[in-house]
């Protein structure tokens, strides 16, 4: 799978614009602020039908305008697969594939994956668990629908047992058995969700660890390790909180608040790596991320790659750019503020690419 052309009109800083692209290596070139990133963007809404970097539709749309278009034309099995997205500010999101309308947006997720690598993912390593608890669920649901149904499922009802517990408290009253029905949907589909996470990083960890020793020619040693509060407690952990959640007022234990532990010569890579092993373990997780979406979807993602090599030695970039020229990578977007430097870089490892000055 590859993307042949992309246009779009009133999206963020441009007016319109059209690309038509090689198969292989696209490389966007410019100063900061001339819309590199953006580009970027655009190739990841006809993905997920929402931006990286920004969640909110309408703040995506050009200033002083209405709405925004990006339609995108695919080479995939052999055919020509057309994707467009619409956003109006008075209307509901628009989404078509080969001119037909999604119902459900979700039902586009995992036709045309992609893998974006950002200096934005350093939140992974610096936020809270929330940021990734949404990588992993985001790489599992893209290749299983009933991950994704029984995820906003879980949702619902913590949303609603949060409102029992509020109402509780608000009232001063408490009904054990009304909780019941909650406690009872959330332990069930809480398993579910915590076998399918434990079964992910299990399969996810190698992959990972291979990606890493490759890009810092085994310098260091990394980890990472999944904790939740099902793995010691997984019959009980909702009344042995009861206590604390009357008086919170919403649930504080659950797979709502499993996290991921990464560390790097065995110290959590916050505290001890260095912004060169950041970027590097960052790099590794996303390459991981494209390996596993890839075996279960039987399709290759498109490759962004924004400004990555910025904090990077030269030894790094070196390695990095030769993993990804490999044959078992598809289509590849990269942005970079030195034109010399990726002509240089790009001539020297593929005579299939494409430079776009800004």
Known sequence: ?????????????FEENSFEFSPKINAFVGN????????????????????????????????????????????????????????????????????????????????????IISPYDRDLITEGSDTRRRFIDSIIAQSDSV????????????????????????????????????????????EYIFQQRQKFIKNFKPIFQKYYNFISTEKEIVEISYTSDLKNNELSYLKDNLSKDRLLQYTSAGVHKDDLKFKINAHPIKKFGSQGQQKSYLIALKLAQLEIIKNQLKITPLLLLDDIFDKLDESRVEQIIKLVNEEHFGQIFLSDTHPERTRMMLEKINEDHQIFQL
């Open 147 to 190: 991950y994704l149904a029984e995820l906003i499922r879980y949702n619902k009802v913590l949303l609603q047992r949060n409102a029992l517990l509020k109402f509780f408290a608000a009232n001063r009253v408490f009904d054990a058995i009304q909780l019941d029905i909650f406690d009872h949907e959330i332990m069930k589909i809480g």
């Open 32 to 115: 900061n602020g001339k819309g590199k990133t953006n580009i970027l963007d655009a190739v990841y809404y006809l993905s997920f039908l929402k931006s990286y970097f920004n969640h909110q539709d309408k703040q995506n749309i050009r200033f002083e305008q209405n709405f925004f278009m990006i339609e995108g034309w695919f080479q995939k099995d052999k055919k020509e697969e057309h994707v467009l997205i619409s956003v109006h500010t008075e209307q509901k999101k628009l989404a078509k594939r080969n001119e037909k309308t999604y119902d459900r947006l979700s039902d586009h997720l995992g036709k045309f994956p992609v893998v």
């Open 1 to 13: 799978m590859f993307l042949q052309r992309l246009h779009f009109v009133n999206f963020k800083n």
